[in-house]
């Protein structure tokens, strides 16, 4: 599956962004999906996913203030943040796997598909 992540931008802390991703070449419905994100210099940091059945689950960092949720009608994995914090300043990173499993949701290396990344920068 290929992936296409936009909705990045620049904000002012307290403020909301609506990061989206796009898949094609595959049924959407098959995969779990997930965002990462990545600062620099920094490792790359799960923030939230979503598997086939639309539990969601996040990291304590994000747990919240933002929303993932998906729409298999658009092949889309959305993620709304709220309350940003320049801590959240990052490249955001969405990405896919046919099959998860709980206890490494947050391990990047359980995904084997991956989108451009898209910018966030959160000003204070």
């Known amino acids: 599956v290929q992936l296409q992540a936009s909705g990045g931008g620049s904000v002012q802390a307290g403020g909301s962004l609506r990061l989206s991703c796009a898949a094609s070449g595959d049924t959407f419905s098959r995969y779990d999906m997930a965002w990462f994100r990545q600062a620099p210099g920094k490792e790359r940091e799960f923030v939230a996913a979503?598997?086939?059945?639309?539990?969601?689950y996040y990291s304590d960092s994000v747990k919240g203030r933002f929303t993932i949720s998906r729409d298999n009608a658009k092949s889309t994995v959305y993620l709304q943040m709220g309350s940003l914090k320049p801590e959240d300043t990052a490249v955001y990173y969405c990405?896919?796997?046919?099959?998860?499993?709980?206890?490494?949701?947050?391990?990047?290396?359980?995904?084997?598909?991956w989108g451009q990344g898209t910018q966030v920068t959160v000003s204070s």
């Open positions: 979503i598997r086939k059945n639309s539990i969601p």
């Open positions: 990405a896919a796997s046919r099959s998860t499993i709980l206890s490494t949701l947050q391990y990047f290396r359980s995904y084997g598909s």
